[in-house]
């Protein structure tokens, strides 16, 4: 999972112009974001069609409210330059969670 500490809006433009790409929101202050971290490469690997990157909100955060995300752990999928899904809350997220929201997606 490539990681991106300052998403701007250009880089968000780029990196979700082709394909299924999902953006995880997080923090490194975030208990509930370190909850998932371990469970995160079986994520990938599970959805191996996409492509994943863990943005730092606080470092991102103009992006992150044009993106209304607020609460963090959040989820943000886009195919093919338009959003197609998102898990957007302030909840601690389990694997199964995440998995059964990108499988809904297809």
């Known amino acids: 999972m490539e990681e991106i500490k300052a998403l701007t809006e250009d880089k968000l433009q780029e990196i979700t112009k082709f394909g299924r790409v999902v953006l995880e929101f997080s923090a490194a202050w975030c208990p509930d974001c370190r909850f998932l971290d371990p469970f995160l490469p079986e994520i990938e690997k ?8 863990k943005i730092d909100r606080d470092d991102s955060i103009d992006v992150a409210k044009k993106l209304m995300i607020m609460g963090i752990p959040s989820f943000v999928v886009y195919q093919d330059g338009k959003e197609i899904g998102r898990l957007v809350n302030k909840d601690r997220k389990t694997k199964d969670e995440v998995e059964k929201f990108l499988r809904s997606l297809d």
């Open 46 to 53: 599970d959805f191996s069609e996409a492509k994943f990157y």
